[in-house]
């Protein structure tokens, strides 16, 4: 009697276990469905050489967050075929020079790039921010606010240049573009350019330990006969130096720069 009722305890044991382990089948099944329906992700293939280019960049900009645009670069970057204008079109919201933009936009001073970080900050003997990107060469470079195209030009190690004067209420800046990879077509010197029109692409022209924009940002006019300050380009480099030991920090001292940013 002794024997059957330990044997019914141990069947009433095994019952009640396998019962357990179903319950905790169907719970884990039905959390893991809940699961992913919660956090599905719908994803959508786009093929840019049948869409405009406005309308991919459009639908990227508003729908993807920048960790997604940063796999969407590195997908395509693997991509042969995928050329330098159908990743700035994927990537960067389209730019449009409405009259607001030509002649008042909403703030006068903007960051050269879409995306950006900060590898090294102005001294006296390099008074310019260098920037770098995710991107790399593919990055675009704009000019940080409104003014004309004063020199196109390569230094003696052949760095691609771009400088920019300014004329911001009464006062002339110049901000130098270096290490370019490439320059934006139909750019000449006495073309008026908004922070829209993109200067060229991000580079290591010249004497560069990697891709980056070496950006110098002086209260002169760099090739203006008429400033006794930067009429040339040692009276250029001259007077950014005097400029930084009296604590002008170029863009830093005229906008608030952050050491990384997503947006201009």
Same mark, same amino acid.
């Given at each position: 009697m002794k024997i059957l009722r330990m044997l019914n305890k141990k069947e009433n044991i095994k019952?009640?276990?396998?019962?357990?382990l179903l319950i905790s089948f169907c719970l884990i099944y039905y959390k893991y469905n809940i699961t992913t329906q919660a956090f599905a992700l719908d994803y959508e293939i786009i093929n840019t050489k049948d869409m405009a280019m406005v309308d991919v960049a459009e639908k990227q900009i508003t729908t993807?967050?920048?960790?997604?645009?940063?796999?969407? /670069?590195?997908k395509m970057k693997n991509e042969t075929q995928v050329s330098k204008e159908s990743l700035i079109s994927v990537m960067l919201p389209v730019k449009n020079n409405t009259l607001e933009t030509l002649e008042k936009p909403k703030r006068v001073w903007y960051l050269p790039t879409e995306y950006g970080m900060i590898t090294n900050y102005p001294s006296a003997s390099h008074f310019a921010l260098d920037i770098t990107s995710p991107r790399g060469t593919a990055e675009p470079i704009y000019p940080i606010a409104n003014g004309t195209i004063s020199g196109i030009y390569k230094d003696s190690a052949g760095a691609k240049?771009?400088?920019?004067?300014?004329?911001?209420?009464g006062q002339n800046y110049t901000s130098q573009y270096v290490h370019l990879s490439s320059y934006a077509p139909d750019l000449?010197?006495?073309?008026?350019?908004?922070?829209?029109? /993109?200067?060229?692409f991000m580079g290591k022209t010249g004497i560069a330990t990697g891709v980056h924009l070496h950006l110098a940002v002086v209260d002169c006019s760099i090739f203006d006969a008429n400033d006794k300050n930067c009429s040339s380009l040692n009276g250029f480099f001259n007077y950014g130096r005097q400029?930084?030991?009296?604590?002008?920090?170029?863009?830093?001292?005229l906008m608030n720069v952050t050491e990384t940013w997503y947006s201009r």
């Open positions: 019952n009640i276990s396998v019962v357990i993807v967050k920048s960790n997604k645009v940063f796999s969407i /670069y590195k240049i771009v400088t920019v004067n300014h004329n911001i209420n000449y010197v006495g073309k008026s350019v908004t922070i829209n029109d /993109y200067l060229g400029r930084y030991y009296q604590n002008f920090m170029g863009l830093q001292s």
